[in-house]
Nanobody, 123 residues
């Protein structure tokens, strides 16, 4: 079981940028799919971006062209570069490691959520 740790959240003005980091412990990281999700209070957690162990990526329509997910297998790290942030991007962002991609959808490993990092975008 992998326990990811997120970092990099904070307060930023609309139009600004942040880079989130997800550090994953354990062996075999390079064989895992990883995804970023976000959640607002009272709402379901939603997929933001995912990256397959082959390097293929998937993005939510709302972040395409603004967010970029990448991974460094040598460091057991996954990053989410967020540019041109909007107020509606405000949420707690969670990393999930070890889920599966199937028919274009990412199915998270429910045992492998991090604690989340808050992103707040002000107008």
């Amino acid at each position: 079981q992998v326990r990811p740790v997120e970092s990099g959240g904070g307060l930023v003005q609309a139009g600004g940028s942040l880079r989130l980091s997800c550090a994953a412990s354990g062996n075999g990281f390079s064989r895992y799919a990883v995804a970023w999700h976000r959640q607002l209070p009272g709402k379901e957690r939603e997929l933001v971006a995912g990256i397959h162990f082959t390097g293929g990526t998937k993005y939510a329509d709302s972040v395409k062209g603004r967010f970029t997910i990448s991974r460094d297998n040598g460091k057991n790290m996954v990053y989410l570069q967020m540019n041109n942030l909007k107020v509606e991007d405000t949420a707690v962002y969670y990393c999930n490691v070890g889920g599966t991609f199937n028919s274009g959808q990412y199915f998270p490993d429910l045992r492998s959520w991090g604690q989340g990092t808050q992103v707040t975008v002000s107008s």
